[in-house]
T-cell receptor
Framework: AQSVSQHNHHVILSEAASLELGCNYS??????LFWYVQYPGQHLQLLLK??????LVKGIKGFEAEFIKSKFSFNLRKPSVQWSDTAEYFC????????????FGTGTKLQVIP | DGGITQSPKYLFRKEGQNVTLSCEQN?????MYWYRQDPGQGLRLIYY???????QKGDIAEGYSVSREKKESFPLTVTSAQKNPTAFYLC???????????FGQGTRLTVV
């Protein structure tokens, strides 16, 4: 069974600090990986995704993530956070099998202090 | 506008009653999903469907039921067997294997 682990539950950073949120998945086959963001009171939005090719993917708002297959990881990074990045971030994995099961992690709440 | 519509936004029910949450999409997506979101637990998959008349249990299907009679519609019934039904429910859809899931605005169900 596929699963996703996000080890950081709550992260507090000052503006301009660098961000890295961890995401590990367990699934032996082909996967597609995603990071979503949920701003307060808003619905889930896609930040970036990986399905093949260059393991370093860039998303919206200056976010990027690196897929490391050997570590089953897909960590999210941003060099310099802003107060507007305060939100909850979810990592998700979509299995490459016949059924398109999408499994999410437990989420990381990011609070950016001005 | 294309999108996923969940209705209603807020729903109140008495304990012991079944309740059905609506999810409609006009994106022509094949796959549809139901998730439950609880604080600190992320999104947990209840049911998903890849094609009409077919669906699979997710990780927390007990106490829930679904149907997929039309491509556009994937209603979720929260039955009286669900021990802790009060939660935020999210519906999503996806067109294919590599594309992300698109989400509706959610329904907040409160059972009193």
């Amino acid at each position: 069974a596929q699963s996703v682990s996000q080890h950081n539950h709550h992260v507090i950073l000052s503006e301009a600090a660098s961000l890295e949120l961890g995401c590990n998945y367990s699934y032996g086959g082909t996967v597609n990986l995603f990071w979503y963001v949920q701003y307060p009171g808003q619905h889930l939005q896609l930040l970036l995704k990986y399905f093949s090719g260059d393991p370093l993917v860039k998303g919206i708002k200056g976010f990027e993530a690196e897929f490391i297959k050997s570590k089953f990881s897909f960590n999210l990074r941003k060099p310099s956070v802003q107060w507007s990045d305060t939100a909850e971030y979810f990592c998700a994995v979509k299995s490459g099998g016949g059924y398109q099961k999408v499994t999410f992690g437990t989420g990381t709440k990011l609070q950016v202090i001005p | 506008d294309g999108g996923i519509t969940q209705s209603p936004k807020y729903l109140f029910r008495k304990e012991g009653q079944n309740v059905t949450l609506s999810c409609e999409q006009n994106l022509n997506h094949d796959a549809m999903y139901w998730y439950r979101q609880d604080p600190g637990q992320g999104l947990r998959l209840i049911y998903y469907s890849q094609i009409v008349n077919d669906f699979q249990k997710g990780d927390i299907a007990e106490g829930y039921s679904v149907s997929r009679e039309k491509k556009e519609s994937f209603p979720l019934t929260v039955t009286s067997a669900q021990k802790n039904p009060t939660a935020f429910y999210l519906c999503a859809s996806s067109p294919d294997r590599v594309t992300e899931a698109f989400f509706g605005q959610g329904t907040r169900l409160t059972v009193v």
